[in-house]
């Protein structure tokens, strides 16, 4: 029996101690499994990078200028005062071109929609801009404004109801789809509005009819169901004389740092403070800006303003202080505002005024088209760190003209009448073109190409 138990014991003592080393090698193993890097299965999803093909590029322009009561029994009806020059060109021909009926027009008239068709999966560059020169006992001037895109949000930021002016509000929706379009205005007194404008059609209201008593009014437009191109135009009455007309593109949005070139401040000899008015808004938000003036072709500051802005009322200050000459204005602010110049070459009849806008930022190619008109000239201003060298090339042919815009600074190059250009530029610059003659005034952004397509990822 003791033997048995011995040998019991024994083998007891032997299991538990190879129990005891299976499980600490199991631990070990265990350890080991988890710090040690194990095998994966790694599957790649399948993939591929498509650039879409872009769309056409279509453009909306102005059409027809109008006028409001010339007949004294029906003083509210709108005729048309003239029909623009059209000077357009593009990159694969001329574009094709259909009218939009201007619905109001008690005579008829229409504006244009141009479209250039994509060739090769690339859409063409388009180059196209209005001008009309008036001399009528009731409006006189030169107005002028580009061939743009439709969008569904913009501002007018030049406006006025004050005695003597007659603004008008012209909407143009290119699109097969009615288009609903609210008119908020900002100002010492807000307001709003709606209005349907039809499909491939224009309409147009008078300002004072949604921004009656309101100093300098600034208007935003949003479209829904299908976007819309939105332009003010403007005409000055003093006492029974016509002193100038403008047609103003709208500004996409408020920014940072606007830039504004071609101010041209002129020598008058009575009160200076009208010559040159600038208005600012900060949307939303109270902000602070700092606004630089500098002579074009000179990096010195000609004035510096800080300007204090509280959300969204619009602010208006004179830059009598400039000597007669050319300017460019760049703003720094807190956040993003909107900016406009208003331009009058003399204070008295027969005379003309324009607002200035802010330029975009041009990195590609672009086609720009001047329209009949006097001395047009291209305004360019470079902000960036490095010299910029600007080509500026008849787009039917000729040879380069070759402009060196200084870094933090600005330069210019006369242009001529009827003619489309393409533009390209080493660095970033921002350019306006500008007409200025006898009784007649004009400036306008150069707005860049509509965007190119972007590649896309697509994971089936």
């Known amino acids: 029996m003791t033997g048995n138990?011995?040998?019991?014991?024994?083998?007891?003592?032997?299991?538990?101690?190879?129990?005891?080393?299976?499980?600490?090698?199991?631990?070990?193993?265990?350890?080991?499994?988890?710090?040690?890097?194990?095998?994966?299965?790694?599957?790649?999803?399948?993939?591929?990078?498509?650039?879409?093909?872009?769309?056409?590029?279509?453009?909306?322009?102005?059409?027809?200028?109008?006028?409001?009561?010339?007949?004294?029994?029906?003083?509210?009806?709108?005729?048309?005062?003239?029909?623009?020059?059209?000077?357009?060109?593009?990159?694969?021909?001329?574009?094709?071109?259909?009218?939009?009926?201007?619905?109001?027009?008690?005579?008829?008239?229409?504006?244009?929609r141009l479209v250039g068709t994509v060739d090769d999966r690339r859409a063409p560059l388009l180059g196209a801009t209005e001008s009309a020169s008036l001399a009528a006992e009731d409006l006189s001037g030169l107005a002028a404004a580009p061939c743009r895109p439709a969008s569904i949000e913009s501002w007018l930021v030049g406006g006025t109801v004050a005695t003597g002016t007659e603004d008008l509000v012209v909407l143009t929706?290119?699109?097969?789809?009615?288009?609903?379009?609210?008119?908020?205005?900002?100002?010492?007194?807000?307001?709003?509005?709606?209005?349907?404008?039809?499909?491939?059609?224009?309409?147009?209201?008078p300002l004072t009819s949604i921004a009656a008593g309101s100093d300098f009014p600034i208007v935003k437009v949003t479209a829904t169901g299908a976007p819309v191109r939105a332009v003010l135009q403007?005409?000055?009455?003093?006492?029974?004389?016509?002193?100038?007309?403008?047609l103003q593109d709208a500004v996409p949005a408020a920014q940072r740092q606007p830039v504004l070139p071609g101010i041209d401040v002129f020598e008058n000899q009575g009160d200076n403070a009208d010559m040159a008015v600038l208005r600012l808004m900060s949307p939303e938000v109270d902000s602070a800006a700092v606004v630089r003036v500098s002579e074009v072709g000179s990096s010195t500051i000609a004035e510096e303003l800080t300007v204090p802005l509280s959300a969204d009322v619009p602010t208006e200050l004179s830059l009598s202080a400039l000597a007669p000459g050319s300017y460019t204005m760049s703003i720094d602010s807190d956040n993003p505002v909107l900016a406009g110049v208003r331009q009058q070459d003399v204070a008295g009849p027969q005379d003309d005024f324009a607002w200035v806008t802010p330029a975009?930022?041009?990195?590609?190619?672009?086609?720009?088209?001047?329209?009949?008109?006097?001395?047009?000239?291209?305004?360019?201003?470079?902000?960036?760190?490095?010299?910029?060298?600007?080509?500026?090339?008849?787009?039917?042919?000729?040879?380069?003209?070759?402009?060196?815009?200084?870094?933090?600074?600005?330069?210019?190059?006369?242009?001529?009448?009827?003619?489309?250009?393409?533009?390209?530029?080493s660095t970033a610059v921002h350019a306006s073109v500008t007409m200025n003659g006898a009784g007649e005034l004009a400036s306008w952004p150069v707005w860049p190409a509509t965007g190119a397509q972007q590649s896309i990822t697509v994971y089936p």
């Open 5 to 112: 138990r011995a040998f019991r014991v024994a083998a007891t003592g032997a299991r538990v101690l190879t129990g005891a080393v299976v499980a600490g090698a199991c631990v070990v193993g265990v350890v080991f499994g988890v710090t040690a890097a194990w095998p994966t299965v790694v599957h790649e999803p399948a993939q591929a990078q498509v650039t879409p093909i872009p769309g056409d590029t279509v453009l909306v322009c102005n059409g027809d200028l109008r006028a409001v009561g010339r007949d004294p029994s029906n003083p509210l009806e709108m005729v048309s005062a003239a029909s623009p020059a059209l000077t357009v060109e593009g990159s694969s021909g001329r574009p094709e071109s259909s009218p939009l009926p201007a619905r109001d027009l008690a005579d008829g008239g229409s504006a244009q």
């Open 173 to 205: 929706n290119p699109g097969v789809v009615p288009s609903t379009v609210s008119l908020g205005v900002y100002g010492s007194v807000r307001a709003s509005s709606t209005v349907v404008v039809p499909a491939e059609s224009q309409i147009a209201l």
């Open 360 to 425: 975009p930022e041009l990195e590609d190619e672009v086609f720009m088209a001047v329209p009949a008109g006097p001395n047009p000239r291209l305004v360019l201003v470079n902000r960036e760190g490095v010299d910029a060298v600007v080509q500026v090339a008849p787009a039917a042919g000729g040879d380069p003209t070759a402009v060196t815009v200084p870094a933090g600074s600005s330069a210019s190059v006369d242009l001529e009448p009827r003619t489309v250009y393409s533009m390209s530029t």
């Open 234 to 246: 403007s005409s000055l009455t003093r006492t029974l004389d016509p002193a100038g007309i403008d």
